[in-house]
């Protein structure tokens, strides 16, 4: 029972162009949202937030969009940079006893071309 | 420099064996995680402790077992009850309970042969 779906196993995109990242989720007390960033050979990186009281959280280049309606999140990226190139993750919390009780969705190859 | 020491990287394993998996951490955070990923799909949640002597029980506990004896180490034990075990661990930690704002480390890979 995946609760945290990544429907897109990877994307393309072109230098200087929006990165659009998907993310829907179906447990309704999920209430907090993160993106993690992943390199090969290296273990997850912290990438941005967003708590369920909000609709949009943004941090530099990086926005993600809470819809929570449809369960959905995204997760955007302007410009993208050859340097974004990574895999990206969306998990989720129901936060109570320990946010860091984290569902992971599967993962989005993102490659951003020169 | 702080951050998360996970060792060995690779780790092959005769089946019927346990093998343990170290963590330290000198982040000085209090809670501590274990995730598992295998190909094509997210980490997924084995134990986690948010305070030293305590520890509870993840998505996928089973076949695992863990200590938090001091707050710098968690490691995980990985028994020969666990029917799977060939996969990429992660170790992470947080500064409490209170945030999904984890600091992993760099994994260790498991292979049973």
């Known amino acids: 029972d995946q609760q945290v779906k990544q429907n897109s196993p990877s994307l393309s995109v072109q230098e200087g162009r929006i990165s659009i990242l998907n993310c829907d989720y179906t447990?309704?007390?999920?209430?907090?949202f993160l993106w993690y960033k992943k390199y090969p050979a290296e273990g997850p990186t912290f990438l941005i937030s967003i708590s369920s009281i909000k609709d949009k959280n943004e941090d530099g280049r990086f926005t993600v969009f809470l819809n929570k309606s449809a369960k959905h999140l995204s997760l955007h990226i302007v410009p993208s940079q050859p340097g974004d190139s990574a895999v990206y993750f969306c998990?989720?919390?129901?936060?109570?006893?320990?946010?860091?009780?984290?569902?992971f969705g599967q993962g989005t190859i993102l490659t951003v071309h020169p | 420099d702080g951050g998360i020491t996970q060792s060995p990287k690779y780790l092959f394993r005769k089946e019927g064996q346990n093998v343990t998996l170290s963590c330290e951490q000198n982040l000085n955070h209090d809670a501590m995680y274990w995730y598992r990923q295998d190909p094509g799909q997210g980490l997924r949640l084995i134990y986690y402790s948010q305070i030293v002597n305590d520890f509870q029980k993840g998505d996928i506990a089973e076949g695992y077992s863990v200590s938090r004896e001091k707050k710098e180490s968690f490691p995980l034990t990985v028994t020969s009850a666990q029917k799977n075990p060939t996969a990429f661990y992660l170790c992470a930690s947080s500064k409490g309970r209170n945030t999904g704002e984890l600091f992993f480390g760099e994994g260790s890979r498991l292979t049973v042969l």
């Open positions: 998990a989720a919390s129901a936060g109570g006893t320990s946010y860091g009780k984290l569902t």
């Open positions: 447990n309704s007390m999920f209430d907090y």
